[in-house]
Structures are given as structure tokens and as C-alpha cells.
């Protein structure tokens, strides 16, 4: 488990901040202006995703009411993509704050009421896959 302090500075080449400027692969369910959602290279449950402001943000601490709204309801979405393209019957979303925070780039699980299917790492073919499905059942607006 990660502990990264609320405290610790904004690290401008953690992996999400690399994505974001597209020095690190990703697999993309969704990308607006605001906002990604790809693939986690691991996961429990098949489906499983990452929202990611695109703005550099440590934490929920300092992110406004209305970030955290934007990427809230964001992650909803992401949440209905997954029971339209998988059946999953809900969702959970995860945010970490220092404690068990991995990258120190605020980002939100959306994980899936899926079947426990355990891959570390999860081939690249099946993330793309993974994104793809999702992508295609995305909602406009929810």
C-alpha cells in the first residue's frame, strides 16, 4: 500500500500526468476537455476504470465543489457503461487521499459488480478490448 502524504507536492511526471500528455500509453474509454477515463493495468473485476481530471490536482483536497461534481458525474457514467456493455448490476466508486493513493494524481475507480477475475498486468489487447466495449456503451449524458 502507497502513503503519500497530503502535503507532498504535485508531481508533474507521475503516470497520469504522462498520459495526459500523451507520453504514456492508454487504453480510453472517454476523453472530453475536462476529463479521461481508461483502463487500469490491473484489476479484480473485468471493467474496472480511472476518471482522471486533466487538470494537475494531488488530491480531493484541492479540488472546488464543482470539479469534484464534473468528475463525480462523470464517474456515474462510467458506472452505467459499465451495466449497459458488461450486465454488471452496480458499481462502486473508490477515491484514495494520501492513504493507499498509488499516484499522486487525484483520479476515481469506477469498479464493476463484475466476477472476481484477477490479472496483474492485464494484456494490452484485453484493455483495448475492455475500452472499446465500454466506449460504445458510454452515455451521452446521464
Known sequence: MAFRPLDAPYDENNPFARILRDELPASRVFEDEEVLVIMPLQWEHPGHALVIPKWPVRHLL??????????????????????????????????????????????????????????????????????????????TDA
Request: net charge positive.
Open 62 to 139: 484541492d479540488m472546488t465543489r464543482e470539479e469534484m461534481g464534473r468528475v463525480l458525474h462523470l464517474a456515474t457514467r462510467v458506472g452505467i457503461a459499465q451495466q449497459q456493455a458488461l450486465g454488471a448490476t452496480g458499481f462502486s466508486i473508490l477515491q484514495n487521499n494520501g492513504r493507499d493513493q498509488a499516484v499522486g494524481h487525484v483520479h476515481f475507480h469506477v469498479i464493476p459488480n463484475t466476477e472476481r477475475v484477477p490479472q496483474n498486468p492485464v494484456p494490452r489487447s484485453e484493455l483495448d478490448r475492455m475500452a472499446k466495449q465500454l466506449s460504445a456503451a458510454f452515455p
